[in-house]
């Protein structure tokens, strides 16, 4: 899939919708969820173009790379739910109900999340 950069999180990259900020540096943006599914859910994008996983593992640069795992871990401790416990995700394309077409990293905490997926019939 190519990239659209009519997507809602180019246009919070560009400053033309707003959002909550939480953390930006030369390569990632953090914002809080606009529908926030526990009370910590943070996302955490690249600025660059990325789709999702498949091309920003495949193109962007190790400083990226670097850049939007350490910002998981830093922003995991600043918003409190490094020592209880969180998860991160971020869902890709049609199978994994990807909604927004930029990637992001889900970052959720402040309650026990239960299982990951519901269990398989
Ligand atoms: P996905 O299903 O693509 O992994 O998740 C997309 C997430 O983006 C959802 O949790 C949704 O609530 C969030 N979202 C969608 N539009 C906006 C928006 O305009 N602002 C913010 N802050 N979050 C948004």
């Known amino acids: 899939m190519s990239y659209n950069p009519d997507n809602v999180f180019a246009k919070i990259l560009r400053g033309e919708i707003p959002c909550t900020k939480v953390y930006e540096d030369d390569h990632v943006l953090a914002f809080h969820d606009i529908n926030p599914q526990a009370p910590v859910h943070v996302l955490v994008i690249p600025k660059g173009a990325y789709v999702s996983v498949n091309d920003f593992t495949a193109t962007?640069?190790?400083?990226?790379?670097?850049?939007?795992?350490?910002?998981?871990g830093r922003l995991?401790?600043?918003?409190g739910v490094a020592e209880d416990g969180y998860r991160i995700l971020a869902n890709v394309g049609a199978n994994g109900h990807q909604e927004v077409p930029h990637l992001h990293v889900h970052l959720c905490g402040g309650r026990p999340l239960g299982r990951m997926l519901p269990k398989a019939d």
């Open 76 to 79: 995991a401790a600043e918003l």
């Open 60 to 72: 962007a640069s190790d400083a990226e790379i670097a850049a939007l795992i350490r910002a998981l």
